[in-house]
């Protein structure tokens, strides 16, 4: 027992000495500087498109920077589709993975919505599902609200813990569904979130667990707006999380999950959007014969108009020294021989205190990582005078 008490005074020493540092800045004219375009049809959510590798994505303007210079990233609006082919859309995953200890921040105006439409900004190991999932955005058709989610093996669960604001849809991550959770505030998917401005998301991955925030434009916090200081950030002060997995009994998040890829896609009805149970009762007028592909999919393509990207940037944080990055699954990183994975993320900046977002009852375990010995003199100091006592 002293063991682990000891165990978990060092931990909450090494927690509250790390800083969030700034490790990749994805944004402006340099926006799609590391990441890989898929290059292939949608094998995995079997949905009517075909992601473009990044020559024709460029060429056929479907991911370009604006004149705001904000990042553009869009489903084919314009072309005619004939049955039995597919629509041409944009996914693209990032050639860093980040370890636990990352910090990841996500700023958008706009966002794909409307009937067929189903879009995401989430994360994925190198093995799926056995590295993990993490499903910051997505929602479908024409829902109003953002929805987020785990996706593990069998074994991980999610009780609502007492700080999430955000609603408890499914308990269990090994599902279909993955423990989901609804959000909870207003303008978070389609036209409400475009007429706010946009919004912003942050995901904190960590041993003690993983904790998601959403803010609308209006309620976006000072650290997060523009003009302010990005080498750092400082988590304290955003208050509870819309989604909060923390660590513990019911799932050990280092145990289902390693270093995560980050993905932007745009899928067109597939598994969840186009099955028919789920497309009928919102979109099944759109058409005449109800079904997804059918009616939504094939044509001209004017009822696309919404289905786009409009981001202002990714930023992604560490607390801890570099960190290796696997190289993706085969087949995984698609087959567009745009770019290889095989990048190394590598913290800059000074740290700034943080306190982690640790939920009551969670089990922390974080690492000893010898970059960071110098910073946690002052901790470790007070662990070995504890262990004396006891």
Known sequence: MYRCIATLLLASSISSALGFDLVRDYSGQNFFNGWNFYGSWDNLTLGNVWWLNQTEATATQLAYINDAGRAVMKVDNTSTITVGENRNSIRIESTDFYDVGSLWIVDMVHMPFGCSVWPAFWTKGPLWPNDGEIDIVEAINLMQTNQMALHTTTGCLHPAPPDQKGKNLNLDCGTGTGCTVG???????GPGFAAAGGGVWATQFDTSGIFIWYWSRPDVPSNLQPGTNTSTMDITTWGPPTASYPSGASCNITEFFTAQQLVFDITLCGDWAGVESIYRPSCGTQGPTGLCYNDTVVGNGSNYADAYFEVNY????????????????????GTNGDTTITSTVTPTGSPTPVKQNTASGATVESPLFIGNLLVLVSGAAAVLYTLTIL
């Not at 909870?184 to 998917?189: I, L, Q, R, V």
Request: charged fraction near 10%; avoid cysteine; hydrophobic fraction near 25%.
């Open 183 to 189: 959000e909870t505030a207003p303008n978070s998917y």
């Open 314 to 333: 990714v930023r992604a944080y560490s607390t801890g020294p570099p960190v290796p990055s696997p190289t993706a699954a085969p087949g995984d990183a």
